[in-house]
């Protein structure tokens, strides 16, 4: 009997709705962790379905495989629970057993699991076996919702409550907490109430020319806010032989300042000053001071022989009140902070390394030949730990420290240890999604106003000018926010039924 997928399969629509799941984020296996190769769920759901069943009442099914293959009803109960009645029927009532040995980011393993199937998935990286015990293990291991009684006042309260959920939530508040009470002192909130929620760095290099030697910052563009009814910027200007920058907001034809790094000073913004043209462009840059241009091999020498610096230039800021993004610029204070940071890093360091036994900071070394990573570019990057800053590495392994000290706690309250292991794996996405949206790939995308995080692309380019967020803070690429979808993922794959497996 030949397979529904042998005879019919509505590619377009579902492509129309596989492409419509890239933009799903909550609830989302692919906001765990990075998988460059994932298939899509719609896709795979599809595929498994209609590998599963006959071509018998070939238009119902069809009409059927479109309800099921639709984000919305991943979860549907009736739904789902009727796919899997009809492949157990045509597979004989017997429980199929699939086992998917190149795995990967586990999409298909999953899809096969929500239709019913026993499911088998392995894979030789060991980042795709961590996520696979994520997605299907541990959540149907220990996840399954259970009944939970509360008291509330002179009443009880009977409530479903999957405990891996509690958990990991309960620790992944306890990491936050703990690591804010250790370093959260250098990220300090301004004196009106506003959080910092990144500080904007440019990358520098001294201008070649004999004459000047300025500092030249190397800026791809200017924008801080490019919206239809928003458009700020920084302003660059030279005073006494060095460049100074002022912020600036466009209102009609005409660019108001702001602020200026100079006490005093105002500058005269031209009106036909444009903030996409800026300093660096294909590693060529440009000095303000004195109009000289270094080309792309004395850059990158200049990087090489450690003569490149960096520049603090802006902070991003968010209010108590939610009324949007406002920006100033970097202040003594500010550096001040960092500095600190770059100081409690090297105590830090040299602490845990002893307690470890290895470097805290990723000391690995990267390919130098590989053009798709910027160690490959001939900037001096040679080690994994370059594409972090000071700051960004104490704030990274203060909070794998964190995780780890948060595992001997749960041993030490007695959680089995199997089990504790499963709530310390979430902890561990955190950190990776943590790291993700706090490296020196990171930039700010202006028009959303949203940090745009290191693997946008697959390459690790060289960033000219980019942003450190505060892993505190309640904006994009904090602590809480990149803990809030690994919650929602599990909340998704907690909620997906058992399969009994036969003997």
Not at 274 to 287: F, I, S
Not at 433 to 449: F, G, T
């Amino acid at each position: 009997m030949k397979r529904f997928i042998e005879e019919l399969l509505p590619i377009k629509e579902i492509s129309e709705e596989s492409a419509r799941e890239k933009n799903i984020r909550h609830g989302h296996i692919s906001t765990l962790h990075i998988w460059w190769a994932r298939r899509p769920l719609i896709a795979s759901r599809a595929t498994v379905y209609s590998a599963l069943v006959s071509a018998e009442n070939i238009e119902e099914k069809k009409k059927f495989l479109l309800k099921i293959a639709k984000w919305e009803t991943s979860l549907n109960k009736e739904l789902i629970e009727k796919a899997r009645e009809e492949i157990k029927k045509e597979s004989g009532g017997r429980v199929l057993r699939v086992l998917d040995p190149f795995s990967g980011g586990g999409s298909i393993p999953l899809e096969c699991l929500r239709l019913g199937l026993e499911t088998h998935a392995i894979d030789y990286n060991p980042v795709a076996v961590l996520i696979l015990k994520c997605v299907l293990e541990y959540p149907q291991k220990y996840g399954r919702p259970q009944k939970v009684v509360e008291q509330k006042g002179f009443y009880k309260e009977e409530k479903q409550e999957s405990p891996l959920i509690k958990d990991v939530q309960r620790w992944g508040e306890w990491v936050l907490e703990s690591a804010k009470k250790e370093i959260g002192r250098f990220y300090p909130t301004d004196e009106d109430g506003s959080i910092p929620v990144g500080y904007l760095w440019a990358r520098t290099i001294p201008c070649q020319n004999p004459l000047c030697g300025a500092e030249i910052p190397l800026i791809r563009q200017f924008w801080l806010a490019k919206k239809e009814k928003k458009k700020i910027s920084l302003y660059p200007f030279v005073y006494n032989k060095r460049v100074e920058f002022a912020i600036v907001k466009k209102e009609g034809n005409q660019w108001k300042v702001l602020e200026s790094s100079v006490e005093g000073f105002e500058p005269k913004v031209p009106e036909n000053f444009d903030p996409e043209k800026g300093t660096v462009a294909r590693a060529k840059a440009v000095c303000l001071v004195c109009g000289s241009t270094i080309e792309d091999d004395d850059v990158r020498r200049l990087f090489r022989e450690g003569k490149a610096s960096q520049r603090m230039t802006a902070v991003v800021l968010s209010t108590q009140k939610g009324e949007g993004k406002s920006y100033r610029l970097a202040t003594e204070k500010d550096l001040e902070f960092y500095r600190l940071a770059e100081e409690y890093l090297e105590e830090k360091r040299k602490k845990l390394w002893e307690e470890w036994g290895i470097d805290p900071v990723p000391d690995e070394e990267m390919n130098t030949k590989d053009p798709n990573t910027v160690a490959g570019r001939g900037y001096g990057f040679t080690k994994w730990g370059d594409l972090f800053n000071s700051r960004q590495k104490l704030a990274l392994i203060t909070f794998t420290e964190k995780v780890r000290l948060a595992y001997k706690k749960m041993l030490e309250e007695g959680y089995d240890k199997d089990y504790a292991k499963a709530v310390v794996s979430y902890l561990g996405l955190g950190v990776n999604r943590l790291a993700d949206y706090n490296s020196m790939q990171c930039v700010w995308h202006v028009s959303k106003e949203l940090v745009a995080h290191t693997f946008g692309r697959q390459a690790l380019q060289m960033v000219w000018d980019y942003i450190e967020v505060n892993p505190f803070s309640k904006a994009t690429g904090n602590w809480a926010d990149s803990f809030g979808y690994l919650l929602g993922v599990l909340s998704h794959l907690t909620q997906i039924p058992p399969v009994e497996a036969e003997e």
